[in-house]
């Protein structure tokens, strides 16, 4: 019989939350090499990582593990039809990695926790600055004189 301290809680280590995910996958060749998203929740406890979601393919669910250790996670992703193998590196800016489709389809990916509103809308305010300061036209050379009265 379980107690309540059976019960295991979320990790807590910053770089595997629990929550929603996004991401994308690519083909490693062919007409599909863009950016293929995907958007999921995943649930990381006791070293098991678990989730479902959704894609371009379909709906699939995730079963996996994770080492906190090694910064490793491995996962794979059901779908109704076919199974993909996830095998990746973790870092600050999410899993990272390539998958597989036995025995011939492999691919790349990048997985990473998805923002909250406010950080959403900090980061697209950051790229219009980007975007603004790009359009900056240049400021021409000190010491030149490029007024029309200077011939």
Same mark, same amino acid.
């Given at each position: ?15 595997f939350?629990?929550? +929603?995910?996004?991401?994308? %996958?690519? %083909? ?7 950016? =293929?998203?995907?958007y ?9 990582? =678990? ?9 699939? @669910?995730?079963?996996?593990? %994770?080492? &906190?250790?090694?910064? +490793?996670? =491995? ?5 109704? &039809?076919?199974?993909?193998? %996830?095998?990746?590196?973790?870092? +600050? ?16 990916? =990048? ?5 909250s509103?406010?950080? @959403? ?6 790229? !219009? !600055?980007? +975007? ?10 000190q010491?030149?004189?490029?007024? @029309?009265?200077?011939?």
């Amino acid at each position: 019989m379980k107690t309540p301290n059976d019960e295991s809680s979320s990790e807590t280590h910053a770089l595997f939350p629990s929550g +929603e995910w996004e991401g994308f %996958y690519l %083909y490693s060749f062919g007409p599909h090499c863009s950016r =293929h998203m995907m958007y999921f929740s995943l649930d990381f406890k006791n070293n098991e990582v =678990h989730g479902t979601g959704g894609d371009d393919i379909g709906t699939f @669910q995730w079963a996996g593990n %994770y080492d &906190t250790g090694r910064m +490793e996670c =491995h996962m794979v992703k059901y779908y109704a &039809t076919h199974r993909v193998i %996830y095998d990746g590196k973790v870092d +600050e800016n999410g899993i990272w990695g390539t998958w597989i489709i036995p025995p011939f389809a492999k691919g790349g990916f =990048h997985l990473w926790p998805k923002k909250s509103g406010e950080e @959403q809308k900090e980061a697209a305010i950051e790229v !219009q !600055q980007i +975007e603004l300061v790009k359009n900056i036209p240049d400021i021409p050379n000190q010491g030149e004189d490029f007024s @029309q009265n200077s011939r």
